[in-house]
């Protein structure tokens, strides 16, 4: 089945206590990007990925790290989280993103994240 | 910047059509998503459109103006189970832009 999969699902930490989001995609898709979504705020892009190796800070890319060593996973790290980071991550992927066709992003199912 | 501005909540009857509204003010326009996302899940792709027009899918269509920096999604014969948000989406051309700018969406209410 053609999906994107985030570890964890739900996530409760401390401030300054590094942690990693996975996110791992089957579809062999180019681009894949995080996002955080906020009450009031909506979707806003942290990081993005074109392909392997190639990786382009987003609107909020403060406090996070990514890294696109092979096509399919592109995890999210948090050196040292602090609570304003505490929000609703989502990692997508599309086929690629230059094309003009409706390449619609497949989203995964989420990673709840609150740090105390 | 980047604006993109949708009503924060609208509330229709079962049954009935309602047309939720997207204007934006963005450099480098490449095409216009709109996503649904029941509370607590991820966003689903609804539509589509890169040129000026109607898209028809079923129940939902969406509509693009570029010239006026405007789209609608329009959704016919609401279910409960549209009760939802909606996202509109903006790609947008590089390098220079983040690639794909979101609204803060629509909570849409179906009653019955």
């Known amino acids: 089945e053609a999906q994107v999969t985030q570890n964890p699902r739900y996530l409760i930490t401390v401030t300054g206590k590094k942690l990693t989001v996975t996110c791992s995609q089957n579809m062999n898709h180019e681009y894949m990007s995080w996002y955080r979504q906020d009450p009031g705020l909506g979707l806003r892009q942290i990081y993005y990925s074109m392909n392997v190796e190639v990786t382009d800070k987003g609107d909020v890319p403060e406090g996070y790290k990514v890294s696109r060593k092979e096509k399919r996973n592109f995890p999210l790290i948090l050196e040292s989280p602090s609570p304003n980071q505490t929000s609703l991550y989502f990692c997508a992927s599309s086929l690629s993103f230059f094309r003009s066709t409706p390449d619609t992003q497949y989203f995964g199912p989420g990673t709840r994240l609150t740090v105390l | ?112």
């Open chain 2, 1 to 112: 910047g980047q604006n993109i501005d949708q009503p924060t909540e609208m509330t229709a009857t079962e049954g009935a059509i309602v047309q939720i509204n997207c204007t934006y003010q963005t450099s480098g326009f490449n095409g216009l998503f709109w996503y649904q996302q029941h509370a607590g899940e991820a966003p689903t792709f609804l539509s589509y459109n890169v040129l000026d027009g109607l898209e028809e899918k079923g129940r939902f269509s969406s509509f693009l103006s570029r010239s006026k920096g405007y789209s609608y999604l329009l959704l016919k014969e609401l279910q409960m189970k549209d009760s939802a948000s909606y996202l509109c989406a903006v790609r947008l051309q590089l390098p220079g832009n983040t690639p794909l700018v979101f609204g803060k969406g629509t909570r849409l209410s179906v009653i019955a």
